[in-house]
């Protein structure tokens, strides 16, 4: 079993920089991700981290401007928004895979953290 707890959301202005942290506890040894969802819209895929930190992936829409990186002696997953656009207001939510790779969809996901709130303002 894995519990992710994620925090660091909050309003912010356009052009605004947020970090967000989800700390794990059980077994830990997995490639984490990142995913949004805003109101009326499907879960989507913001960015994932392999489990040795090493390798990355990001949604085009947050390439450049989003950065996914873990410290696994904390067993700790970040995600660095800058560069904040209202596009980007939404619930976010890191997750767990078992899966090879660092997958990009929900459904490869084992386990899910409450999530946290961003609002970005115009």
């Known amino acids: 079993q894995v519990q992710l707890v994620e925090s660091g959301g909050g309003l912010v202005q356009a052009g605004g920089s947020l970090r967000l942290s989800c700390a794990a506890s059980?077994?830990?040894?997995?490639?984490m991700g990142w995913f949004r969802q805003a109101p009326g819209k499907e879960r989507e895929f913001v960015a994932a981290?392999?489990?040795?930190?090493?390798?990355?992936n990001y949604a085009d829409s947050v390439k450049g401007r989003f950065t996914i990186s873990r410290d696994n002696a904390k067993n700790t997953v970040y995600l660095q928004m800058n560069s904040l656009k209202p596009e980007d207001t939404a619930v976010y939510s890191c997750?767990?895979?078992?899966?090879?790779?660092?997958?990009?969809?929900?459904?490869?996901?084992?386990?899910w953290g409450q999530g946290t709130q961003v609002t970005v303002s115009s």
């Open positions: 981290v392999s489990r040795s930190g090493g390798s990355t």
């Open positions: 997750a767990a895979s078992a899966r090879i790779g660092i997958p990009r969809i929900p459904l490869s996901y084992d386990y």
């Open positions: 059980g077994r830990t040894s997995y490639a």
